[in-house]
């Protein structure tokens, strides 16, 4: 879908809905789609576009849900981005401060810049019956539609968390803060934060966290003192532990599986700066690309190698390795509240083939761990499947892996780590420790 003017380019809600189409209806991924959107508009309108993207991606049941009720037929073809264009305006007239007169006035001429004229007068009359018969008030009609997850993933998270589920539902739809991983090699984590509290930006600590400042609130990251000097780099809490739970020692060589963008890779060498090596391995060469910015933009050096995680016969070349970091290919339940496309881009027979790809990687790397070496794996997901009934069954057919049991384990019939989203502010992760025992 094109937008030909310049003036009609320039349409925030137009961009919206161009957007929200692309991910719904093409598949595409926020991360690829909504920069190019928010390019040609000023620094307060990019964060605009985004919330009211992300708005309609967390709160898409609900907005389906009033949309059956004023839409007679879906729209279909050329006419379906005005779909997501009605359901930007119950975004903004049900979660937003924006006046009912601009929501309404602004959604309805965004018409003209989809090019599609035609639905001016069915757009204009959906908004205004939306705000004379209150349909924002109506209750969701059940827990999926209110908790904003497809039901697919609903019902997976319903059979998967008995205890707590209703508080993960809130916690997945809360937004997440902003987390900082200070350099050290470059500044220590105090110097950092009074360089931050000079600029008067608004931070917290985390007790668990020693590299980490949270924001307060969100910001241009480039803007922040010492972007350019490497002095941290934005990094949730929970990937913040990769480092701490692998340990790293001096003189050893380090395997980091699925290294892009390398978030990983640069905080284990600032953790351990004696290590002998750490190879960072990624399948695909442009992401493998983001390794190398972020290694320079940090000061750090590391081997990048371009390969597949499960045909280690293909890319490596040291016969053994004291640690290995895997941090898998993953379904990215974890972190769905810092990127809500996540939820609608996934479909349920994803995951099958994510936990067979788990699998074939563990099952080759495994070889490639010294005896007495340790593996690391860690997913953002919150699924079952793919985090403690994986390492259980990893356990299971391997007879010389052992479960590290000082690592803090979640019990013996669930081995890992599970936090889920919200816990301590930090995004939804797993990690297990496995231990090679000759
Ligand atoms: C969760 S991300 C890794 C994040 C990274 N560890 C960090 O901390 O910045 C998973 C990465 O694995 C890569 N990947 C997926 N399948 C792979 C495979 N078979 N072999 C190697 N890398 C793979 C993806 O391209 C993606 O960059």
Not at 225 to 241: I, N, R, Y
Not at 303 to 308: A, L
Request: aromatic fraction near 8%; charged fraction near 25%.
């Amino acid at each position: 879908m094109k937008i030909k003017s310049k003036a009609n380019y320039l349409n925030l809600r137009a961009d919206a809905a161009k957007v929200l189409h692309q991910i719904l209806e093409e598949g595409q991924s926020a991360r690829e789609c909504l920069p190019i959107a928010q390019l040609p508009h000023k620094e307060q309108d990019k964060a605009w576009l985004q919330e009211m993207v992300y708005g309609v991606l967390r709160n898409l049941p609900i907005l389906q849900f009033w949309l059956r009720q004023l839409l007679d037929k879906p729209l279909k073809n050329r006419f379906k981005v005005v779909e997501h264009l009605i359901m930007l305006g119950f975004y903004q007239l049900a979660f937003s401060r924006v006046s009912q007169h601009a929501a309404v006035s602004e959604t309805v001429a965004a018409c003209q810049p989809l090019n599609t004229l035609a639905m001016k007068g069915l757009v204009n009359a959906i908004l205004r019956t939306f705000i004379r018969e209150e349909i924002s008030k109506q209750e969701a009609p059940n827990e999926q539609i209110a908790s904003g997850l497809p039901k697919w993933l609903f019902k997976k998270l319903e059979a998967g968390y008995q205890n707590g589920f209703s508080e993960l539902l809130t916690n997945m739809q809360v937004k997440a803060p902003i987390w900082l991983r200070v350099n050290t090699r470059k500044i220590s984590q105090a110097h950092y934060a009074k360089a931050l509290e000079k600029a008067d930006i608004g931070f917290s600590h985390s007790p668990e966290h020693p590299e980490a400042l949270i924001l307060s609130k969100g910001h241009d990251i480039t803007n922040l003192p010492g972007f350019d000097s490497g002095w941290f780099a934005v990094q949730d809490g929970a990937a913040q532990l990769a480092a701490h739970y692998l340990k790293p020692k001096q003189g050893e060589t380090i395997l980091d599986c699925c290294a892009a963008p390398g978030g990983k890779t640069c905080h284990i060498i600032e953790f351990q700066p004696d290590i002998a090596k750490i190879i960072a391995l990624e399948i695909d060469n442009r992401r493998a690309a983001k390794i190398e910015e972020n290694l320079v933009r940090l000061g750090h050096n590391a081997s990048i190698v371009v390969g597949d995680a499960s045909t280690p016969e293909k890319w490596s070349e040291e016969e053994f390795y004291d640690r290995v970091l895997l941090d898998a290919p993953c379904s990215a339940t974890g972190i769905i509240r810092r990127h809500p496309d996540i939820k609608w881009l996934r479909k349920a027979k994803d995951i099958d083939v994510l936990v067979e790809l788990q699998k074939k990687i563990l099952d080759a790397i495994w070889p490639l761990i010294k005896p007495g070496g340790t593996l690391l794996y860690a997913t953002c997901s919150i699924l079952p499947e793919e985090n403690h009934l994986q390492i259980h069954n990893f356990l299971s057919r391997t007879t010389d892996a052992l479960l590290d049991d000082t690592f803090d384990n979640d019990s013996l019939d669930k081995p890992g780590k599970q936090i889920l989203p919200g816990y301590h502010q930090m995004d939804g992760f797993y990690y297990a420790r496995l231990l090679k025992s000759h």
